[in-house]
């Protein structure tokens, strides 16, 4: 029935600033970053990775009235609207290392765990990260 | 004035995020407030009317989940897991872990199932127990 989930969403306050932490620090690529006038089209991929995108949209007006777009960014800054994204790695800790040195706030160290080594980061705006090096299974 | 409660939010989970990352350590207050750049009962007043309760609460039902996890998924005694996860008494931690889960920490642990397999996260997030009790009546 399906092929692919293709497209996720997650909501940024400001979108320069997210495109500076998500490329910038994380190392995402923008796939598309189009003004269409209503708003501007923004998604970033992981490198190599371009049939999954994310898109980083601003909450505001008139896709919601003010109003609520306050309460939708009232929420996220104490995390609270469920953005997350899981990524992977090969290597769990030096990827840890290396964001922790760009000034990355990690809010949990890499812990060994049944599927891997993880660790978990927040982005600037109150979504949450998961690294996993996932376990190499046979 | 939704722009200062945003700024405020997101302080607020600064602070709790870097409980969750030092969850064994002593409760620092006054270290916290610093780091979110508030007054000590700004921060403790603030953060309870963002979350729901007040920083040492949330600190206790953290390391009390840690506990539970560990309770679970290792073999370690429950004195010493009790010390892990920053009690600093066996006496503190055992009426604090009842007073939460209903349950002492060895009941739990022979009634509890194997491990998650969903990131840590999520389990931190979704076991650390909900109250002190005081919710227990009205959750059914």
Redesign the interface.
Known sequence: MFNAITLSQIFVTDQDEALEFYCGKLGFEVKVDQDLGFMRWLTVCVPGEPGREILLEKPGPPAMDEGTASQVRELLAKGATGGWIGLTTDDCRKTYEELLAKGVEFTQEPTERPYGIDCGLRDPFGNAIRINQPVQVD | M?RA??????R???A??AM??AFAQPLDVAALARLVHVSEAHFIRTFRA??GETPHRYLQRRRVERSMFMLRETQQSVTSICFAVGFTSLGTFSRTFREIVGQSPSEYRRGAGG?V?A???FA?AWTRPSSFGEARGVAG
Do not use: G, I, Q, Y
């Open positions: 939704s409660v945003e700024e405020s939010n997101r607020m989970l600064r709790r995020d969750d990352r963002t979350f491990s397999a990131p840590t996260c931190m």
